[in-house]
T-cell receptor, first 111, second 115 residues
Framework: QKEVEQNSGPLSVPEGAIASLNCTYS??????FFWYRQYSGKSPELIMS????GDKEDGRFTAQLNKASQYVSLLIRDSQPSDSATYLC???????????FGTGTRLKVLA | ETGVTQSPTHLIKTRGQQVTLRCSSQ?????VSWYQQALGQGPQFIFQ???????GRGNFPPRFSGLQFPNYSSELNVNALELDDSALYLC??????????????FGAGSRLTVL
């Protein structure tokens, strides 16, 4: 079992729709959770971080964390073509120094 | 405030050669981590440096080594290059401590091609 799993996609949604990206992780001791966006040929950039169960909203983005189910998701409302990218889920444990990344989900927003 | 800068941006090497990649951390950040990202994969943790000492290492062989300097900049050295070392090498800085996990800020990366 991979430590952080994501559906590789591509996930295609029409412009203006809600895109839902999912991630599961295997280490129950994980404490910090991150979503990064990576455009083709570029480096990852932080979209959201979440540390406690529940929802966290920032503009069009909402991160959801359920530690009991070892599940973290990212919702993108009013999706735009510029949101087309690979979204990486990253997980870090308490007192650890490394992030474990999933392979990423490729999102395509169709105009 | 300057971000994380990496050099070179692209380079081509042949098998068996050695390469040094460089990274300047973001202002105010004292911790540098290096990740390898192969095509179509997520970044894989190589190692992290804090206060000039290696503070954790991923599943990479000893031919991957690094340094951190007093100004918090860092180098990644790879000896005896193999074809599978072809990847995007990402440097990330953070303001973390030895025990804390903090938000990583990535540089633009160095794309290494090994022929």
């Amino acid at each position: 079992q991979k430590e952080v799993e994501q559906n590789s996609g591509p996930l295609s949604v029409p412009e203006g729709a809600i895109a839902s990206l999912n991630c599961t992780y295997s280490d129950r001791g994980s404490q910090s959770f991150f979503w990064y966006r990576q455009y083709s040929g570029k480096s990852p950039e932080l979209i959201m971080s979440i540390y406690s169960n529940g929802d966290k909203e920032d503009g069009r983005f909402t991160a959801q964390l359920n530690k009991a189910s070892q599940y973290v998701s990212l919702l993108i409302r009013d999706s735009q073509p510029s949101d087309s990218a690979t979204y990486l889920c990253a997980v870090s444990g308490s007192g650890t120094y490394k992030y474990i990344f999933g392979t990423g989900t490729r999102l395509k927003v169709l105009a | 405030e300057t971000g994380v800068t990496q050099s070179p941006t692209h380079l081509i090497k042949t098998r068996g050669q050695q390469v040094t990649l460089r990274c300047s951390s973001q202002s105010g950040h004292n911790t540098v981590s290096w990740y390898q990202q192969a095509l179509g994969q997520g970044p894989q943790f190589i190692f992290q440096y804090y206060r000039e000492e290696e503070n954790g290492r991923g599943n990479f062989p000893p031919r991957f080594s690094g340094l951190q300097f007093p100004n918090y900049s860092s180098e990644l050295n790879v000896n005896a290059l193999e074809l599978d070392d072809s990847a995007l090498y990402l440097c990330a800085s953070s303001s973390g401590t030895v025990s804390g996990a903090n938000v990583l800020t990535f540089g633009a990366g160095s794309r290494l091609t090994v022929l």
